[in-house]
C-alpha cells in the first residue's frame, strides 16, 4: 500500500509535498480522492482524520483549506428530491 488507511494511493500526503500547489490544483486532487473513499466509510469522519494528520504541520496549506471546505460543504443540509412547486404550464 501507498499510502494508508484514509489516503491508500497517497494523494493527499503528495499533494502536500508539491511546492506551489495551487487551491484548484487541490480541488481536483480532493476529488479524486474523495470518488475513492469507499462507502461504507464515513466520509466526513475519514475527511476530519485526514485533516487532523497535516492541518498542525501545514495550517496555510491550499490543502488544508480544502480539506477545511470538504468538511463544511458534507455538514451542509442538501435537500433531496425533486422540484417541488407550483407546476409550470
Not at 13 to 38: K, Q
Not at 54 to 72: C, I, K, V
Request: charged residues 30%.
Amino acid at each position: 500500500m501507498k499510502g494508508d488507511e484514509n489516503d491508500p494511493k497517497a494523494l493527499i500526503r503528495e499533494a502536500y509535498n508539491i511546492d506551489g500547489i495551487t487551491l484548484g490544483e487541490c480541488r481536483s486532487i480532493f476529488l479524486d480522492w474523495a470518488l475513492g473513499v469507499p462507502v461504507e466509510r464515513d466520509t466526513q469522519k475519514v475527511i476530519s482524520e485526514v485533516l487532523a494528520q497535516y492541518q498542525d504541520d501545514a495550517p496555510d496549506h491550499p490543502m488544508t483549506q480544502t480539506l477545511r471546505e470538504g468538511l463544511q460543504t458534507l455538514a451542509a443540509p442538501r435537500r433531496r428530491g425533486g422540484w417541488r412547486g407550483r407546476p409550470r404550464h
